[in-house]
């Protein structure tokens, strides 16, 4: 069980209602509005949320709340039943999320309420209290609310609110914290362990005997697009091989994507980087970058037989040394325990996926089960 705490509200009141989702024109001026007095990441930015909206099927509810007239959190929901034990369905509502797999393969991080920084704690209270009191969201009941993809910091200070709470996933994640790196005027690759950063110099000098290493940003979205559907073909080529479908499998990843591209590159929040020996591709970096933070989000890699060629070592390091040398703050690998995360990151934010449950007599039944399932498994 998540232990979580309850932060105190302001003591004036917050209303919340759930209403049904506007028109993406009259959505998008309300949401940017917020965004700019809240402490948003990437994934909760109308760059993120607007291709998502465009790339539905099925519209979400709109959760909203106001303080002296005034909106101070947003959020979108989708109520969907889940069956679990082959038997029993429960209706679960999602936070920026859908509950279809084939969608939400697209992976959101960081999610949050998006809510005004001065009214965080309160309106993330107002707007949980009440889902969890009404059970009800665009007429449709559920059981449970789920909250992907989150950090730990924020399900502490989302609260349990007196709800069973449990926790469905988590990840721990690195990071290269490229403020305090500039400020202590080390190069990059004398931060990383002895074994690590004489990998990266070995390839680094294989490579460049074949010709000279180089890093190119696409120039415009058609640019970025070629570069997307080249990082593809490789990630296909990896995952496939391991027997795994891979994410650009899914007709909606590729679409969500395309629209993200599209928009996000002009206003250069989204980055497709080409990492080229003379003129061969060795890798391919999709990255996002807002608010001083770079989001690592895919790669595209290119395997030589020789596996003292590492492309994505390389790849990493020679974008991460451009966005020191530009006054990026973070280079952000996210969720994973990927050992190239590891080695070239330091620990970052452990993000988590909890569900809190309404009352329920069933899922109360459930629980006892499950614990002597778990209980089981350690002592088997």
């Given at each position: 069980?998540?232990?979580?705490s309850?932060?105190?509200?302001?003591?004036?009141?917050?209303g919340?209602?759930i209403?049904?989702?506007?028109?993406?024109?009259g959505l998008?001026?309300?949401?940017?509005?917020?965004?700019?007095?809240?402490?948003?990441s990437?994934?909760?930015?109308?760059?993120?949320?607007?291709?998502?909206?465009?790339?539905?099927?099925?519209?979400?509810?709109?959760?909203v709340?106001?303080h002296?007239g005034?909106?101070?959190?947003?959020?979108?929901?989708?109520?969907?039943?889940?069956?679990?034990?082959?038997?029993?369905?429960?209706?679960?509502?999602?936070?920026q999320?859908t509950?279809?797999p084939?969608?939400?393969?697209?992976?959101?991080?960081?999610?949050?309420?998006?809510?005004?920084a001065?009214?965080?704690?309160?309106?993330?209270?107002?707007a949980?209290e009440?889902?969890?009191?009404?059970?009800?969201?665009?007429?449709?009941?559920f059981?449970?609310?789920?909250?992907?993809?989150?950090?730990t910091?924020t399900?502490?200070k989302?609260g349990a609110?007196?709800?069973?709470?449990?926790?469905?996933?988590?990840?721990?994640?690195?990071?290269?914290d490229?403020?305090?790196l500039?400020?202590?005027?080390?190069?990059?690759?004398?931060?990383?362990?002895p074994?690590?950063r004489?990998?990266?110099?070995?390839?680094?000098?294989?490579?460049?005997?074949?010709g000279?290493?180089?890093?190119?940003?696409?120039?415009?979205p058609?640019?970025a697009l070629?570069?997307?559907a080249?990082?593809g073909?490789l990630?296909?080529?990896r995952?496939?091989?391991?027997?795994?479908p891979g994410?650009?499998?899914?007709p909606?990843?590729?679409?969500?994507h395309?629209?993200?591209?599209?928009?996000?590159?002009p206003a250069?929040?989204?980055?497709?980087?080409?990492?080229r020996?003379?003129?061969t591709?060795?890798?391919y970096?999709?990255?996002?970058?807002?608010?001083g933070?770079?989001?690592?989000?895919?790669?595209?890699?290119?395997y030589?037989?020789?596996n003292?060629?590492?492309?994505?070592?390389?790849?990493h390091?020679?974008?991460i040394?451009?966005?020191?040398?530009?006054?990026?703050?973070?280079?952000?690998?996210?969720?994973?325990?990927?050992?190239?995360?590891t080695?070239?990151?330091?620990?970052?934010?452990?993000?988590?996926?909890i569900?809190?449950?309404r009352?329920?007599?069933w899922?109360?039944?459930?629980?006892?089960l499950?614990?002597?399932?778990?209980?089981?498994?350690r002592?088997?």
């Amino acid at each position: 069980m998540l232990k979580l705490s309850i932060p105190n509200p302001p003591p004036a009141a917050i209303g919340v209602t759930i209403e049904p989702l506007p028109e993406l024109a009259g959505l998008q001026p309300l949401w940017c509005a917020l965004e700019t007095r809240a402490e948003a990441s990437f994934f909760l930015s109308w760059h993120w949320i607007g291709p998502w909206l465009a790339t539905l099927t099925r519209p979400p509810a709109l959760l909203v709340a106001r303080h002296a007239g005034q909106v101070v959190g947003l959020a979108l929901l989708r109520v969907r039943t889940l069956l679990r034990h082959r038997f029993l369905p429960v209706r679960t509502l999602f936070l920026q999320q859908t509950g279809e797999p084939d969608q939400d393969v697209v992976t959101i991080e960081y999610n949050d309420i998006l809510a005004d920084a001065a009214l965080a704690d309160a309106v993330r209270r107002a707007a949980l209290e009440h889902l969890l009191r009404e059970g009800v969201v665009a007429g449709q009941r559920f059981d449970e609310l789920v909250l992907g993809g989150i950090t730990t910091a924020t399900a502490a200070k989302l609260g349990a609110l007196g709800r069973p709470t449990r926790e469905l996933a988590a990840a721990g994640s690195a990071q290269v914290d490229l403020a305090a790196l500039r400020q202590s005027g080390q190069g990059y690759l004398a931060t990383l362990r002895p074994n690590c950063r004489a990998q990266i110099r070995r390839s680094l000098a294989l490579y460049r005997r074949a010709g000279p290493l180089s890093l190119e940003r696409a120039r415009d979205p058609a640019e970025a697009l070629d570069f997307f559907a080249a990082a593809g073909e490789l990630h296909q080529a990896r995952w496939t091989a391991r027997g795994r479908p891979g994410a650009f499998a899914f007709p909606f990843y590729v679409a969500f994507h395309r629209r993200l591209i599209a928009a996000g590159q002009p206003a250069g929040v989204v980055e497709l980087a080409r990492i080229r020996v003379g003129a061969t591709p060795i890798g391919y970096l999709y990255n996002f970058c807002y608010r001083g933070r770079v989001y690592h989000y895919l790669s595209g890699l290119h395997y030589e037989p020789d596996n003292r060629l590492k492309p994505g070592l390389v790849s990493h390091v020679l974008c991460i040394e451009r966005h020191l040398a530009e006054g990026m703050q973070v280079y952000d690998f996210m969720a994973g325990d990927q050992r190239y995360k590891t080695s070239l990151g330091q620990p970052g934010p452990r993000l988590v996926s909890i569900v809190l449950q309404r009352p329920n007599l069933w899922l109360a039944a459930e629980r006892p089960l499950r614990r002597l399932k778990q209980a089981l498994a350690r002592s088997g």
